[in-house]
C-alpha cells in the first residue's frame, strides 16, 4: 500500500452515519445520545470526586474518598482529564484548571519519576491542552501556538527526562529524579515501550518550540531499538540501556511493548515520515508471521519464534485500532471480536488470558478500567461503521457503573471472577476510558472534524490554519493537531533565517555553521555530537548528596533486572504461569 494511503484511514477524519440496529440488552438498539449523557456523567462523577477528595495528590482513592501521589506528585488527574473536558464541552472548568495547574505544579521535586508515564501523561496532556486553548477560550498570548504556558509547563517538565537519554546507546533509564538527574546505582533495564515511546510528545515539543534535542534523542532511541531487533525481526520486551543487551527476549504485541509499535504509526502520521512507517510494516511482517494464532497474538521467543507463553493481555487491546490505521480493517475486526468475547465472558478484560484454558491467569484477574478495547472500537466504528462496536460501548458503560461504581468515583476491579474491589482510580481512566467512550457516540465531536470547518491564526510571520482535524492521540489519548506542528516549524526556520543575516552582517563569527550544527547547537544544555546526546559539564559535576531511592510504582517500567522466561510489568512469571 503506497504510504500516501494510509493517512487518510490514520487520521479518522470520516464522518460515518450512526447505525441504529445494534441490539441492547432489551434487543433496542443503544441509543448513542442515551449512552453518550451516560459516559457525560460517568465522567463528573469521577472528576467531581477526585477534586472533593484527593486534589492536589495524583490520584483518587476511592474506597477511601482520599488521595496519593503515584508518578511524581503533578496533581496527575488534573492534567490528565484537562483535555476530557473540552472533549465534553465544558470550557469553563478547562479555563479554571489551566490557572490552577500554572498556579500549583511545580517539576523542581526530588522525586524519582518514571520517564516513560511522565511524558505520555504530563508532557502530552500539558502539549494537548496547548493546543486546544483557543477553541477552549482560554486568551492566548502573541505567538500562539508557538509559545504559551502550558508549552513552557510542557518544556520544563520534558527538560527534566533528557538526563534519562545519557547512555551509551541513547536509550532512557526508565526512571529519573526531577532534582538530580538519573540516581547512581539506578537499574539500566527499560522495558521497549518506555524506550519507543517519545516521538509523538517530543518531535510536537521541537516543532513548537524551536529546539530539535526533544525529536533528537526521541529518534536515537527507536534507531537503536530498530537496531537491536532480531535476526527474524523481533524486538524482546526489556533491554540494558548501557550495553544494548536483551534481557528479557519474548516478543510480543503486549505489555513492555506495546506504544513502540503505536509510536512508529503515530509518529509516521504525525510527522510524514515514511521511515517509521516502513519500520512499522517490517515489525508487523514479522508480528503476522512468528506470534500470529487465530487471530490471537501470542508471545514467543525473539531470536527463535518459538511460542513462550500463549496468553491474551489487556494491553494488546489496542493493536485492532493500530492496524485500522493502517488500513487493515479485515483483521482488525476479526481480532477485535475475539478480544470481545473475552470482555462478555467477565465483564471486562482481565490483565492476562489463558488463550487455550478459555480463563484468566492466576494473579492477573484484575481489570483497572484500562481503554485499550474501548479505544480500538471507537477507531474501528470510525472506520466501518459497524454496530457490533456501539455494542462494546453498552457493554463497557453498563459494566463500568455496575461493577466499579461507589461513592467517590470508580475503584480498580481487583478480581473480575468475583468483582472484588481495589482502592484506585488511575488517571487513565479520565483520559482515556471515558474519552473513547464519549467520542465512540458522538460522531460530531470535533475530534472527528473532517476538515470542514478550521480556524486561521494570524501570526506576524503568516496565516496559520488549525483545528481542521487529523488529531493524533498519544498513548494517554491526548490529542496533538499536527497542523501547528508544521506553522510553528516554518516560524522558527524563518527566524533562524533573520539571526543568519544579523550574525552574518556583524561578522559576529568566523563561518556560519550549517543548518544541522545549528540546530544541535541549540539545544541549550547540550553538546553537539555524532552519537547519542551528553550533558555539558555543567550538568555533568558531581553531587554531594544524593536522594534516598524512592520505589517505582508497579505499573511502571521494571526497575528490577529479569532474570525469568517472561517479566511484565514488575512482575516475574515463570515457566508454570
Not at 153 to 162: F, G, P, V, W
Not at 334 to 339: E, G, K, V
Request: net charge negative; glycine share 8%; proline share 6%.
Amino acid at each position: 500500500m503506497p504510504f500516501r494511503l494510509l493517512i487518510p484511514l490514520g487520521l479518522v477524519c470520516v464522518l460515518l452515519p450512526l447505525h441504529h440496529g445494534a441490539p441492547g440488552p432489551d434487543g433496542t438498539a443503544p441509543d448513542p445520545a442515551h449512552y453518550r449523557e451516560r459516559v457525560k456523567a460517568m465522567f463528573y462523577h469521577a472528576y467531581d470526586s477526585y477534586l472533593e477528595n484527593a486534589f492536589p495528590y495524583d490520584e483518587l482513592r476511592p474506597l477511601t474518598c482520599d488521595g496519593h501521589d503515584t508518578w511524581g506528585s503533578f496533581s496527575l488527574t488534573l492534567i490528565d482529564a484537562l483535555d476530557t473536558l473540552l472533549i465534553l464541552g465544558n470550557t469553563s472548568e478547562f479555563q479554571r484548571v489551566v490557572e490552577v495547574l500554572q498556579d500549583n505544579v511545580d517539576f523542581d521535586i526530588d522525586v524519582n519519576a518514571s520517564v516513560f508515564e511522565t511524558n505520555i501523561r504530563v508532557v502530552g496532556g500539558l502539549l494537548s491542552a496547548h493546543l486546544l486553548s483557543k477553541k477552549a477560550g482560554v486568551e492566548v498570548e502573541a505567538g500562539w501556538p508557538c509559545s504559551g504556558p502550558l508549552l513552557r509547563m510542557a518544556e520544563e517538565a520534558a527538560r527534566k527526562l533528557l538526563p534519562a537519554f545519557q547512555t551509551p546507546t541513547g536509550m532512557p533509564y526508565g526512571t529519573v529524579n526531577l532534582l538530580h538527574g538519573v540516581n547512581p546505582g539506578e537499574t539500566p533495564v527499560t522495558c521497549t515501550a518506555g524506550i519507543g515511546t517519545f516521538i509523538v510528545e517530543f518531535a510536537t515539543l521541537s516543532s513548537l518550540t524551536g529546539d530539535p534535542v526533544f525529536e533528537d534523542v526521541a529518534r536515537v532511541a527507536l534507531m537503536r531499538l530498530w537496531e537491536s531487533r532480531s535476526d527474524i525481526g523481533l524486538v524482546g520486551n526489556h533491554i540494558d540501556v548501557l550495553t544494548g543487551k536483551w534481557v528479557a527476549q519474548d516478543a510480543g504485541i503486549g505489555a513492555g511493548v506495546d506504544s513502540y509499535f503505536e509510536y512508529l504509526v503515530k509518529g509516521a502520521i504525525l510527522l510524514q515520515d515514511k521511515k517509521l512507517m516502513a519500520m512499522f510494516l517490517e515489525y508487523n511482517k514479522a508480528i503476522r508471521n512468528y506470534t500470529h494464532f487465530d487471530d490471537w497474538y501470542l508471545w514467543v521467543q525473539m531470536y527463535k519464534g518459538t511460542v513462550s507463553m500463549p496468553v491474551f493481555q489487556s494491553l494488546e487491546a489496542y493493536w485492532p485500532g493500530l492496524q485500522s490505521l493502517i488500513g487493515d480493517i479485515d483483521n482488525a475486526m476479526r481480532t477485535f471480536l475475539n478480544y470481545y468475547t473475552v470482555w462478555k465472558q467477565f465483564g471486562g478484560l482481565p490483565e492476562f488470558y489463558n488463550i487455550p484454558q478459555g480463563y484468566t491467569v492466576e494473579k492477573r484477574e484484575g481489570y483497572p478500567l484500562r481503554p485499550e478495547l474501548i479505544e480500538s472500537a471507537m477507531y474501528l466504528y470510525r472506520a466501518t461503521g459497524d454496530p457490533t462496536l456501539l455494542e462494546l460501548g453498552r457493554d463497557a458503560v453498563e459494566s463500568i457503573e455496575k461493577i466499579s461504581k461507589v461513592e467517590c468515583g470508580f475503584a480498580t476491579i481487583k478480581d473480575l471472577r468475583d468483582h472484588k474491589l481495589d482502592n484506585r482510580m488511575e488517571s487513565f481512566f479520565l483520559a482515556e476510558t471515558v474519552k473513547y467512550l464519549y467520542l465512540l457516540f458522538h460522531p460530531n465531536n470535533f475530534i472527528h472534524n473532517n476538515g470542514s470547518t478550521f480556524d486561521s491564526v494570524m501570526t506576524p510571520h503568516g496565516e496559520c490554519i488549525l483545528g481542521a482535524g487529523g488529531y493524533i492521540f498519544n498513548t494517554e489519548a491526548h490529542p496533538i493537531d499536527p497542523a501547528a506542528l508544521h506553522c510553528c516549524r516554518r516560524l522558527k526556520e524563518e527566524q533562524w533565517e533573520v539571526e543568519d543575516l544579523i550574525k552574518e552582517f556583524y561578522s559576529l563569527k568566523q563561518s556560519r555553521p550549517k543548518r544541522a550544527q545549528r540546530k544541535t547547537v541549540r539545544s541549550g544544555p547540550w553538546e553537539p555530537q555524532s552519537g547519542p546526546a551528553k550533558l555539558s559539564s555543567s550538568e555533568n559535576q558531581p553531587r554531594e548528596k544524593q536522594p534516598a531511592r524512592q520505589r517505582t510504582p508497579l505499573l511502571s517500567c521494571p526497575s528490577q533486572p529479569f532474570t525469568s522466561k517472561l517479566a511484565l510489568l514488575g512482575q516475574v512469571f515463570l515457566d508454570s504461569s
